[in-house]
């Protein structure tokens, strides 16, 4: 059984970017690459279908601070700062007592370095608004609360590692003169790709370690027909690597300190990464690849061995960390608490995770445990409009018969009455997270076995199909 938040837990949420949940040992990949991570989902909680509100870094970056989606916050694509008045996990431990920190990549600022004014809400300040861009592997440079520089030494992941065990040592009750309970967001950046080169720079003799050992069914079967999978997976899984090791780390600090049972530990990602096999960049579509990330709990509230295999958002993190440090959940946040969950796995839950897509397209999706229906907008500019009053039928994936997303379903005859009543459960989620209710038009009836993407972009009278689900270039 799980075991009751103490009175104000410490928290600590790691936030990687761009992390496949199948990166990870408890979701079967071979690699060894997630030992912490698996160590804690095993004897803590392990939320096996976490998936992000919209596979877009500043989106998914303002939900998770708060709680509501980016048609809420205003956040609904990059290059919009949070706004002023956005109450985030800051304010709100703040309000409850917390001494608050956020170290790392910020993504939801005007400017660089982060004017103190658009830090969140956070006491203490280490992080860069486009860490990517002012860093590089073994060249970490961040500012502090006062927008001033300063340089980590180290590989990146393990000095963002290094910042946050000092900050627990800073905020711990070492000296037993007593001690305010923290809140710690750490945003690493790996495993992201560095932009200006187009690559994924692991540790020294890292990617060499993995390179050509293992790829995901996904990108093997698409791999053929474009991306960079054979690339950069060695890359990638070596950063990933890195970064359980600097979790372990960041564990055994907790423990050093004797806080460890004081202290909830959340680790999860921004969103996934399909490697260029689904569009033109990494990101910004609707496949699991794209919106899947991992998702695990430790400490008071979350140990036992708990696993959660219903459908969870990371929207849904900022309210279950408030619920288990027993502060109210604000009324204004869109998530829900899965605490619920952890404490009976058969508790009223929704049965299906809402997506919104921005950049590539306007699109809207909802994923259950076994199917995925998505809509795009042929009419709405990506980049200036943040939703759109008709859409078109997209995409419909049967996931317990083709987990991979190879065969686009949609407008498939037989599927007809399952792609109605996924429709109307798409519409009550976008009319409940405050989106105008939509006109959402059915796709064409296509060949039962083609395997395709129908383009929102053509009209629905004249839709043609396109090959193995791939999606168009984002814009």
Not at 50 to 75: D, L
Not at 77 to 98: C, K, S, V
Not at 371 to 383: G, I, S
């Amino acid at each position: 059984m799980a075991v009751e938040p103490a009175d104000q837990p410490n928290v600590i949420v790691v936030f990687t970017d761009q992390q496949r949940w199948d990166t990870t040992g408890v979701h079967g990949n071979p690699l060894g690459l997630t030992p912490e991570f698996d160590r804690m989902a095993r004897s803590g909680t392990h939320v096996a279908q976490a998936f992000t509100p919209n596979p877009v870094c500043a989106p998914a970056r303002a939900s998770i601070q708060t709680g509501q989606y980016g048609t809420e916050n205003g956040v609904y694509r990059n290059a919009i700062a949070l706004p002023a008045h956005a109450r985030t996990l800051a304010h709100h431990f703040g309000d409850a007592g917390y001494s608050t920190g956020y170290i790392g990549k910020w993504h939801l600022a005007e400017a660089e370095p982060v004017p103190r004014s658009q830090q969140g809400g956070y006491d203490r300040w280490l992080g860069a608004n486009v860490l990517e861009f002012t860093s590089d592997a073994y060249k970490t440079i961040v500012f502090d609360e006062n927008e001033s520089p300063v340089l980590l030494p180290g590989y990146r992941s393990d000095a963002l590692f290094d910042a946050a065990i000092r900050f627990v040592g800073d905020h711990s009750d070492v000296g037993g003169a007593g001690r305010r309970p923290f809140f710690l967001f750490l945003s690493v950046i790996e495993p992201h790709h560095q932009n200006e080169i187009d690559a994924y720079p692991a540790p020294e003799g890292y990617e060499q370690h993995y390179q050509g050992r293992w790829m995901p069914p996904d990108l093997a079967a698409l791999s053929a027909h474009g991306g960079t999978a054979h690339q950069h997976l060695g890359g990638y899984c070596g950063q990933i690597r890195r970064v359980d090791e600097g979790l372990g780390r960041l564990l055994d600090a907790l423990r050093s300190l004797d806080i460890a049972d004081d202290t909830i530990v959340a680790l999860t990602s921004d969103h996934g990464c399909h490697f260029k096999t689904r569009n033109d960049e990494y990101k910004r579509s609707c496949h699991d690849a794209s919106i899947r990330v991992p998702m695990a709990l430790r400490g008071p509230g979350f140990d036992g061995g708990r696993l959660i295999d219903r459908p969870v958002s990371t929207i849904d993190v900022p309210p279950t960390l408030l619920d288990a440090a027993g502060i109210e959940v604000p009324a204004q946040m869109q998530g829900r608490s899965f605490l619920p969950l952890v404490r009976d796995p058969d508790a009223a839950w929704p049965g299906e995770v809402f997506i919104q897509v921005s950049e590539s397209e306007v699109g809207r999706g909802i994923r259950t445990s076994r199917w995925k229906y998505y809509v795009a907008a042929p009419d709405a500019h990506p980049w200036d409009d943040a939703a759109a009053g008709r859409y078109v039928e997209t995409a419909l994936y049967d996931l317990a018969n083709d987990p991979h997303e190879l065969v686009n379903l949609a407008g498939s005859a037989p599927h007809r009455a399952v792609a109605d009543d996924l429709r109307t459960r798409l519409v009550a989620r976008m009319v409940e997270a405050g989106e105008p209710q939509p006109v959402i038009e059915a796709a064409p009836t296509a060949p039962a076995s083609s395997q395709r993407r129908v383009d929102p972009q053509v009209h629905t009278s004249g839709l043609k199909p396109t090959r193995l689900g791939h999606q168009p270039p984002p814009r």
